[in-house]
C-alpha cells in the first residue's frame, strides 16, 4: 500500500477520535475537562495534530476536484472576492433634477434617495450626489436651498463623499437681471430686499456659484479615469490619458442642465470647453459697474459688454443651459444622433433636466438619454423623483473584469423603476 495511503488510515482515526473528545468536553456545562487544560500549548499541540492528519488524508486525493465539472467549482455566488487580490469596486449616484426653491419636496427626496438622513443631514449612504441645476425661482426657498447645499458639500466632503452642482439657466438668468420668474414673496426673504440683487450678482450667491458649481459635469464611474470633471480627451501628460484611451474610456456621464447640442462647437476637450465659457461669462457679469436693475421692472439688461461669440452661444438656444432638443425631438431622430455625442464627450448616458416630464423620469435611446426634471417643486406639482446609478467592476475568475450599470428611478409616491441594466465584459488590463 503507498506510503500516503497508509498514513490517511491511520491519521483518520485518530482524528476523528480527538476532534470528537475535545468537541464533547467543551460543549460541557463545566467547560473543557480538567484534565486537558485551556493553555495555548495544548491548543497549539492539537491544531497541529490536526493539520497533520488533515494534510495526510487529502493527500493521496488531492487533484480529484479538478474532475468536477467546471459549474461545481467555480459557481459565480461562490466566488471568492476576498481572496482575489484585485479589489472589486462600487459606486453608487443619485443625481436630482429642478428643485426650484421649495425646501420641503427637495429635502424629501433626498431623504427617500438616502442621500442625506432624518435630519437632513449628509447620511454616507451614497458616494456621488450631483444636482442639476435651476434651485432658484418659482419658489420663496432660495436662500435655505443654497445654504442647505453648502452644508452638504462640507460634509460630503469630511467623509470623502462627493457632491457635483450644475448651474442652470435660471441661475445665469438672475445673474443676468432677467427677473421674471422670481416671485414678490421670494424677494421679500432677503432682507433688506435690495441685498437679493448684490446676493445674485458679486454677493454670497454669486460666490458659491464661482467657486462650487459648473455649467457642465463629465462624471467618471471609476477612479482610474480620475476625478470628476477630468477632462475628454485628457491632455498629453496626464496620469488619466492612458486609463482614458483604455477599454474604461467612456465609462463616464455627462450631467448638464439642458443638455449638449449635436451641433454645439464646444464640446471638446469635455467639459473644460464649456466650463471656460462659464466662468468667463459670469465673471464678466461679476464686473458689470454699476449692476443693472433687474428686469422686471427694468428694461431687460442683456449679456454684459465684451462677451465674447463663444460666451453668448453657451447661453444660447442650443447651448448646454437651454438645449430641449434630446426630450423634444421624436424617437429615431434622437437615437440617430446620441451616440455622436456621446463619443466627443467620453461618456456612455448624458444626464439632463430643464425640460420636465411630471410623470417621471424619462429614459430615451436605452438609458444613453435621461432626463430627470419632473416638476418636483409645488410650483409644478409633478412627480417626486431621483435618478440612481449603481456601478460595479468586479474581477472575474481566470482574469479579466465584468461591469455593471443599473439605472433606476426613484420615487416617492409611486413604484420605482428599472430604466436600464447593461453589462460588459473587459480584457484585464485596464489601463
Known sequence: MPRGTTLAFVALPLLALSLAYYAQSSSSPLGPAP?????????????GLIAYAQAAVQAPFRFKTLEKPAEAVFVADEYDHARDPRPRFTRKIIAVGDIHGDIGNAEHI??????????????????????????????????ELFNWMEDL??????VNGIMLSV???????????????????????????DSRLEAVTTGWLADAWATNYSTAVRL???GLLGPPNTDYPAPDGSPFARANAGPLSHAAFSFVHGGLAPAYPNLQPFPSAINGLGSSLLHRLRD??????????????GLPAGTTREEARMYGADGP???????????????????????????????????????GIKARCDGKVLIIDTGISHAYGGALSALSIEYTLEPVQGGGWKEKEIVKALYADQEDELLSVSTRDLDENLW
Not at 458639500?153 to 469630511?158: C, G, K, N, T
Not at 448651474?167 to 430686499?193: C, Q
Not at 437651454?322 to 440617430?336: I, P
Request: aromatic share 8%; hydrophobic share 35%; glycine share 8%.
Open 110 to 143: 433626498l431623504q427617500m434617495a438616502g442621500v442625506v438622513d432624518e435630519n437632513n443631514n449628509w447620511s454616507g449612504n451614497v458616494d456621488v450626489f450631483v444636482q442639476t441645476g435651476d434651485i432658484i425661482d418659482r419658489g420663496d426657498d432660495t436662500i
Open 35 to 47: 484534565h486537558l487544560g485551556t493553555g495555548l500549548s495544548l491548543s497549539l499541540a492539537l491544531s
Open 153 to 158: 458639500r462640507e460634509q460630503a466632503f469630511a
Open 288 to 301: 458689470r459697474k454699476p449692476q443693472p436693475l433687474p428686469h422686471p421692472p427694468s428694461s431687460y439688461p
Open 167 to 193: 448651474l442652470g439657466n435660471h441661475e445665469y438668468m438672475n445673474a443676468i437681471g432677467d427677473w421674471r420668474y422670481v416671485l414678490e414673496s421670494e424677494k421679500k426673504t432677503f432682507e433688506p430686499r
Open 321 to 359: 443651459l437651454w438645449y430641449r432638443g434630446w426630450a423634444d425631438e421624436d424617437d429615431k431622430k434622437v437615437c440617430s444622433m446620441v451616440d455622436g455625442v456621446l463619443e466627443k464627450t467620453g461618456t456612455r448616458r448624458m444626464v439632463m433636466g430643464h425640460t420636465p416630464h411630471f410623470d
Open 220 to 222: 467618471p464611474l471609476h
